[in-house]
């Protein structure tokens, strides 16, 4: 009677009742446990049921456990040591005006005060403001929140050519990367229509606007990973950590309710006239590929928690793009192989084109390389899923395409045959090159 609430409030810090009791003569302890709202630790952890394990949360996973109890999210909690004067009246200014444009905010706002707009968008917690305040306002918020910035490399294989790194207030992130993405990293086909000139780009902007809007609405900033946008000559990729519901799927994302992981961020975005509030963002971006005849976009979970959002451009653009630099002997038929033909090294430092404003050559391979491959539906995921990452094993690429470990050795002995691919360094820190 003694012992047990002794015991109970040293290991788990709540106090039960003990109760003695007796039944037809005998005698039994009832101990009473109320329900708590908070979540209660067991010698300083804190451990969770799923299914039939058990697991010990820690770092993000406890964060975002504890709030979720509290019903809070990530972007919604307070962040002391940032003030209002602090944070850019121009950001605000430029905030007014979209929403008032988009007629998501009355004509009125525009008057709003910066602290008008703060109390608009719940921004406000007790005398701290929250950390979605830092993240849409402030000129800095990495100085605050580590990973809160995108990424953007140019990759020839696995090696980086050239990289930027944006930083600012979210809605300057968005603007600028896709500045950067359609002036720097990309380039546009010229074609005419009667006497109007007409630039295709790989991927439609109206696309790649949702997909960056998506990535930094949609993130962790819980975990100090930034937002990597990689650019390739014949695609660009797209990851962002990203906690998804467990029933999330590519095929169901129509269907689903908006449910952003950061409520508040995603708010001041609608807010602002950059997105809807109904959950389309993903059918929308695949929409827009397809009006524009490019492949449908792929999505497809990773490993620590990592959304990836894959482009591939089309065979027509390769080919006109490889026209364009003089690349004689690349067709729609040899486009989607990643290679180009042996003289398109010449052809390209012949180019006026500066480097920095032009994709890359991918690696040189001989036409007889290029007509060696054929089309192979497992093949050409494998290629895939090298070309972004390439120090992946047998066994987990056999796992992530869903196919048994000797189909993936099958497909690899072809493809090393062929010349597709070779490998750089040892079976144990090496890594494998698509050529």
């Given at each position: 009677m003694e012992d047990i609430p002794s015991k109970v409030r040293a290991l788990l810090g709540i106090v039960v009742d003990v109760n003695l009791k007796s039944e037809s003569g005998l005698e039994y302890i009832e101990i009473v446990v109320e329900p708590h709202s908070n979540p209660i630790s067991y010698r300083g952890k804190f451990h969770y049921r799923s299914g039939s394990t058990k697991q010990v949360l820690e770092g993000v996973a406890l964060t975002r456990f504890l709030l979720e109890k509290h019903g809070r999210t990530w972007d919604d909690v307070a962040l002391p040591g940032v003030t209002l004067g602090e944070l850019d009246g121009r950001i605000f200014d430029g905030f007014r005006r979209r929403g008032v444009q988009a007629e998501r905010l009355p004509s009125e706002a525009l008057d709003d005060?910066?602290?008008?707009?703060?109390e608009r968008l719940q921004l406000r917690?007790?005398?701290?403001?929250?950390?979605?305040?830092?993240?849409?306002?402030?000129?800095?918020?990495?100085?605050?929140?580590?990973?809160?910035?995108?990424?953007?490399?140019?990759?020839r294989g696995p090696e980086l050519i050239y990289q930027d790194v944006i930083e600012g207030d979210l809605f300057a992130q968005v603007d600028r990367t896709l500045d950067l993405l359609y002036t720097k990293y990309t380039r546009g086909v010229v074609s005419y229509d009667g006497i109007y000139r007409v630039e295709t780009f790989p991927v439609p902007r109206r696309a790649m606007r949702e997909a960056v809007i998506n990535a930094v609405i949609h993130r962790d900033y819980a975990r100090q990973t930034s937002t990597q946008i990689r650019v390739y000559h014949d695609r660009i990729t797209i990851r962002n950590p990203a906690e998804l519901p467990v029933e999330w799927n590519v095929s169901t994302t129509g269907g689903m309710l908006s449910?952003?992981?950061?409520?508040?961020?995603?708010?001041?975005?609608?807010?602002?006239?950059?997105?809807?509030?109904?959950?389309?963002?993903?059918?929308q971006i695949r929409e827009r590929c397809l009006e524009a005849g490019n492949p449908a976009p792929l999505w497809a979970r990773e490993p620590g928690g990592v959304l990836r959002l894959r482009f591939p451009f089309s065979g027509a653009y390769l080919a006109a793009d490889a026209a364009a630099r003089g690349v004689p002997g690349y067709s729609q038929e040899n486009a989607g192989e990643g290679t180009w033909p042996d003289n398109r090294q010449k052809a390209a430092e012949g180019s006026p084109t500066s480097p920095k404003t032009s994709p890359k050559i991918a690696p040189k391979t001989s036409p007889k390389t290029t007509r060696s491959i054929e089309p192979m539906p497992g093949a050409e995921r494998i290629l895939a899923v090298l070309r972004d990452e390439p120090r992946i094993t047998q066994s987990l690429i056999a796992k992530r395409l869903g196919i048994s470990v000797r189909a993936v050795k099958y497909h690899f002995r072809k493809l090393r045959e062929a010349g597709a691919i070779r490998r750089v360094g040892s079976s144990r820190v090496g890594h494998w090159e698509v050529l």
């Open positions: 005060s910066d602290e008008d707009v703060i917690d007790g005398a701290f403001l929250k950390r979605a305040a830092v993240l849409l306002f402030h000129p800095s918020p990495h100085r605050f929140l580590m990973g809160s910035h995108v990424k953007i490399g140019h990759f449910d952003p992981h950061n409520p508040r961020v995603a708010h001041a975005f609608f807010r602002a006239g950059l997105i809807e509030a109904w959950g389309r963002g993903i059918h």
